[in-house]
């Protein structure tokens, strides 16, 4: 398998710029905003919008995947190679 860290491949303008800025983020935000919509999906399902319930729990697994993602920013986003 090919060693991608060894600095002959680097990231471009627009990836650097989105990383800058998703590693500004706290990671509890999207924990927060996957629990916020499990919690709205269940009062609407209560409440008996079921479609629009089902269409708010989904937003659950983007949510954690974008954390995800900011933790792996934070931790070996381009700007690890500076340190």
């Known amino acids: 398998m090919e060693n991608l ?3 002959t491949h680097g990231e471009g303008k627009v990836a650097e710029a989105i990383e ?3 590693a500004k983020l706290p990671s509890d935000i999207f924990l927060w905003a996957a629990l916020g919509s499990m919690a709205t999906s269940l009062a609407l399902k ?3 919008r079921k479609h629009t319930a089902l269409f708010v729990g989904q937003w659950a697994a983007p949510f ?3 954390g995800v993602y900011n933790k792996i920013v934070k931790t070996q986003g ?3 190679d500076d340190e």
């Open 5 to 7: 860290t060894d600095g």
């Open 20 to 22: 800058e800025q998703t």
């Open 46 to 48: 209560i409440a008996g």
């Open 64 to 66: 954690l995947l974008l």
């Open 78 to 80: 381009h700007d690890k």
